[in-house]
């Protein structure tokens, strides 16, 4: 079965200082991992995806994921966070192109 | 990437009605997929849509409550019959295509009253 767990329901940071947006996976292949963002009222953005190639994934806006097999993990992080980052990122597992949510984190980026 | 339409994008609905969301893609898709966001909750894999053939639903979905419709390779409908409350939602149907990956439409808005 294929599931994803995302650690955090909510994250609070500081303008200028780094993100960590938790996420772990469970999966009988090897993924295909994912982070979207929502803004409010918005669609999804695909911010990065991991199929199989290198380890640590960039994506757009400053954001980046590493993979890490042992731990089973895809954590998203940013050095420096931006009052435009503030939003609902969901971390999804692939199979067989059939997408599996995590329930989400919201960032909230205070002044 | 592809270019999905989603129609409607919003509605209201009575309960016990019926309503059925179109989702048009500019080119043809390998597979085609539809999905529900409960309100402040995340999305929820509903079925995917085979073309030809009847859907293939998830745990917790079936075809009386959400018949899905695949004429061809560029388009879909999903139908939320007998609405009730509970079915106030965004759905959003998920392409996959053989050049570009994932895409998902802009979501059509749904309130039961």
């Known amino acids: 079965a294929q599931s994803v767990t995302q650690l955090d329901s909510h994250v609070s940071v500081s303008e200028g200082t780094p993100v960590l947006l938790r996420c772990n996976y469970s999966?009988?292949?090897?993924?295909?991992l994912f982070w979207y963002v929502q803004h409010p009222n918005k669609g999804l953005q695909l911010l990065l995806k991991?199929?199989?190639?290198?380890?640590l994934v960039k994506g757009i806006n400053g954001f980046e994921a590493e993979f890490k097999k042992s731990e089973t993990s895809f954590h998203l992080t940013k050095p420096s966070a931006h009052m435009s980052d503030a939003a609902e990122y969901f971390c999804?597992?692939?199979?067989?192109?059939?997408?599996?949510f995590g329930s989400g984190t919201k960032l909230n980026v205070k002044p | 990437s592809a270019v999905i339409s989603q129609k409607p994008s919003r509605d209201i609905c009575q309960r016990g009605t019926s309503l059925t969301i179109q989702c048009q893609v500019d080119?043809?898709?390998?597979?085609m997929f539809w999905y529900r966001q409960q309100p402040g909750q995340s999305l929820t894999l509903i079925a995917t849509?085979?073309?030809?053939?009847?859907?293939?639903?998830e745990s917790g979905f079936v075809i009386d409550k959400f018949p899905i419709s695949r004429p061809n390779l560029t388009f879909s409908t999903l139908t939320v019959s007998n609405m009730s409350p509970e079915d106030s939602s965004i759905y959003l149907c998920?392409?996959?295509?053989?050049?570009?990956?994932?895409?998902f439409g802009s979501g059509t808005r749904l309130t039961v009253v």
């Open positions: 998920s392409v996959v295509g053989d050049n570009y990956g994932y895409t």
């Open positions: 999966s009988s292949y090897s993924p295909s």
């Open positions: 991991y199929t199989s190639a290198a380890t």
């Open positions: 999804v597992v692939s199979y067989f192109n059939k997408f599996y």
């Open positions: 080119s043809q898709v390998t597979m």
């Open positions: 849509a085979n073309q030809g053939s009847e859907a293939t639903y």
